[in-house]
């Protein structure tokens, strides 16, 4: 009855994934109440949405949640919250992250040229490849090198971490003290409004009696 007449392909859910249908100020709206409905501690919200937004300045594309819910558990935070941090990096903030991260990384760690977003994604593209390529030929016959992960390493990713570091651990503490104080109030208003409605519902009349 309440099945879609025509079913998503794979390809539709993939897309719906990473640019939800209705915008992804849609979505991140959605998240945003949703977050402020658990039902936890502000202080472990916080820190779950802490650590989603750290590890959204990482280096670590495709497992962003993975290690921000294993930090959660850590730091006793809300896993849920750490998910919905994650979302700090985005189709929309990914390349300005990427490209923020490795600039400082790159002047904090001495070494000289700029790099643009399209250059850093293809040598994450090039590194996935070359990595994959290495697996499969340490299993079956085919020469194995290393020495292109090794460049890509220190000219992109140490750089994308050192200085996704810094400025994930800026945003982290902003969102951390940002969060407690929006979920304590929704909390607050919440509490008031069932307190609310207990009291009219034993002021209100008895209408078994007569």
């Avoid at 977050?35 to 670590?60: E, M, N, T, Y």
């Avoid at 923020?100 to 090039?126: C, K, N, W, Y």
């Avoid at 990713?157 to 304590?184: E, H």
Wanted: one cysteine or more.
């Amino acid at each position: 009855m309440f099945k879609r007449t025509k079913p998503r392909s794979y390809g539709q859910i993939l897309t719906e994934l990473i640019y939800p249908p209705g915008g992804i100020r849609r979505g991140t709206t959605y998240l945003w109440h949703r977050l402020r409905r658990l039902p936890d501690q502000p202080h472990r919200i916080a820190r779950g949405i802490a650590a989603g937004v750290f590890l959204s300045f990482s280096p670590l594309h495709g497992f962003h949640f993975i290690v921000a819910a294993l930090v959660c558990l850590a730091i006793r935070g809300n896993v849920l919250a750490a998910f919905v941090g994650t979302f700090a990096g985005n189709p929309l903030t990914t390349p300005f992250i990427a490209l923020g991260a490795v600039g400082l990384g790159r002047t904090l760690l001495g070494l000289p040229g700029d790099m643009s977003p399209q250059q850093i994604f293809r040598e994450f593209a090039h590194a996935t490849s070359e990595t994959w390529h290495n697996i499969m030929s340490a299993i079956g016959p085919g020469p194995t090198s290393w020495s292109g992960l090794s460049e890509f390493w220190q000219e992109i990713f140490l750089p994308y971490a050192v200085g996704g570091a810094v400025l994930g651990g800026i945003a982290a503490v902003l969102s951390f003290y940002a969060t407690i104080p929006i979920v304590r109030r929704y909390h607050r208003r919440k509490a008031q409004a069932m307190a609310k409605r207990i009291a009219r519902v034993q002021n209100a009349p008895d209408r078994g009696d007569g």
